[in-house]
């Protein structure tokens, strides 16, 4: 079935470099996405979305960058924090009508002091 | 943004018994709510998709019998594990998303940890 996946599950960074998660997805006609950050027990928190019209967007401290040519999405984190380390996850919303999202596997942003 | 809440945040219950999460949106309101699962280590399962007043959409291999999802509301939608057993143990959440075709953005709760023992 369709599906959306990441390539790194897990990722470290060190305190103040830019961070990029990467995801790729496989259905072609989603037209909305979404990055999601869950910390430990909680539920998942909005961070950044992006359109299919667009390719690239921008919010504080974060990127979202689109390339359907290749159905990739990625998530740029710049001078990451200590307070960014949680479980991030993109998500696709397929243009069935029911605005339900499909969520990668997600990635592990371990930020290393 | 806007505010979804689940409650309780967690519970823990016997084998054999019945258990209702709640999923309210506090400031809007929210015609389509969702329900996830989600085990240790895994991302976020889509269980059913609810509409105010109508019966939940489930997902392919989901028990419609033993996940019993209720969206009597437009603030309010319920979700019943019938007699649990210790593998329906995980962590619960719920999503809503309000009026309107330009709303896309869906709002989660914080999750319900459900444990059987």
């Known amino acids: 079935g369709e599906s959306v996946g990441l390539h790194l599950p897990t990722l470290s960074v060190q305190e103040g470099d830019n961070s990029i998660i990467n995801c790729a997805y496989s259905n072609s006609a989603s037209d909305y996405f979404i990055w999601y950050k869950q910390e430990s027990g909680k539920g998942p928190q909005f961070i950044i979305d992006i359109r299919s019209n667009m390719d690239k967007r921008q919010g504080q401290r974060v990127t979202v960058l689109l390339n359907k040519t290749v159905k990739h999405l990625s998530l740029q984190i710049a001078a990451t924090q200590p307070g960014d380390s949680a479980v991030y996850f993109c998500?696709?919303?397929?243009?069935?009508?029911?605005?339900?999202?499909?969520f990668g596997t997600g990635t592990r942003l371990k930020v290393l002091a | 943004g806007a505010v979804v809440s689940q409650h309780p945040s967690w519970v823990i219950c016997k084998s054999g018994t019945s258990v209702k999460i709640e999923c309210r949106s506090l400031d809007f309101q929210a015609t389509t709510m969702f329900w996830y699962r989600q085990f240790p280590k895994q991302s976020l399962m889509l269980m059913a998709t609810?509409?105010?007043?109508?019966?939940?959409?489930?997902e392919q291999g989901v028990e419609k019998d033993k996940f019993l999802i209720n969206h009597a509301s437009l603030t309010l939608s319920t979700l019943t594990v019938t007699s649990a057993h210790p593998e329906d143990s995980s962590f619960y959440i719920c999503?809503?998303?309000?009026?309107?075709?330009?709303?896309?953005?869906?709002?989660f709760g914080q999750g319900t940890r459900l444990t059987v023992v």
């Open positions: 609810s509409n105010e007043g109508s019966k939940a959409t489930y």
């Open positions: 998500a696709e919303r397929p243009t069935s009508g029911t605005y339900k999202y499909i």
């Open positions: 999503s809503a998303r309000g009026r309107g075709a330009g709303n896309t953005e869906a709002f």
